[in-house]
Every structure is written in C-alpha cells, then in structure tokens.
C-alpha cells in the first residue's frame, strides 16, 4: 500500500480557485490510476475526477467538468503527486475531498481527506 497525504483545502469564496494536492508515499504508486473523491455529511462518498497511470487518460464526473483538472507529477514514469486544481467554485462544491489509489479493480487506498467549504 501507499500512504496518501491531501493539502490545499480551505475556504473560499463562490467563483473562486483553489488547488488539492495528494502526495503519494510509502513503496512507488504501481497502481492503475489516480482519483478525488469527495463527501458531505449524510450523503455517499462521490467521484470527482481520476487519471490513469498509463497514458494520462482523465475522466470527471459532470458537475465538475470544465471547471476542475486533474494533473499528476511523475518520476521515472511513476506518479508521484496528484493534483486537483478547482476553478469556478460553487457552494454545492463544499465537501471533504479524498485522494485515492486504483490498484487492480477497487479504489483501495485512501487519505485522510481535506475540507474545502465554498461560500456563496
């Protein structure tokens, strides 16, 4: 397993920016992809965006398409950071936002998340 380290969240107002970073320690990534996940009390942990380790292919879930972008840093062809830069904030973006390693076919190893709350 790796261990999964977010930053970069905090408050902000309706329409502004910010950026999450997760940083990836422990053995190298060897998984499939990487991903931001996020939650608000009450409701299911969702998916946000993710990025594969092999050929950088992103997906992003509708609500946040146009407005986030997934990035990675790599060495040696190994991600190594992940970033989530959020633009265009809306207060529905509030919620904990999670880092999360893809290794075979689950999303197994998370982080400790970081809020990020939007006001309008």
């Known amino acids: 397993q790796v261990q999964l380290i977010e930053s970069g969240g905090g408050l902000a107002q309706a329409g502004a920016s910010l950026r999450l970073t997760c940083e990836i320690s422990g053995r190298p990534f060897s998984g499939n992809s990487m991903g931001w996940f996020r939650q608000v009390p009450g409701k299911d942990r969702e998916f946000v965006a993710a990025?594969?380790?092999?050929?950088?292919?992103?997906?992003?879930?509708d609500s946040v398409k146009g407005r986030f972008a997934i990035s990675t840093n790599t060495w040696r062809n190994v991600i190594t950071t992940v970033y989530l830069d959020m633009n265009d904030l809306k207060p529905e973006d509030t919620a904990v936002y999670f880092c999360?390693?893809?290794?075979?076919?689950?999303?197994?190893?998370w982080g400790q998340g970081t809020q990020v709350t939007v006001s309008s």
């Open positions: 999360a390693a893809r290794v075979g076919g689950e999303w197994r190893d």
């Open positions: 990025v594969t380790a092999t050929g950088g292919h992103t997906t992003y879930a």
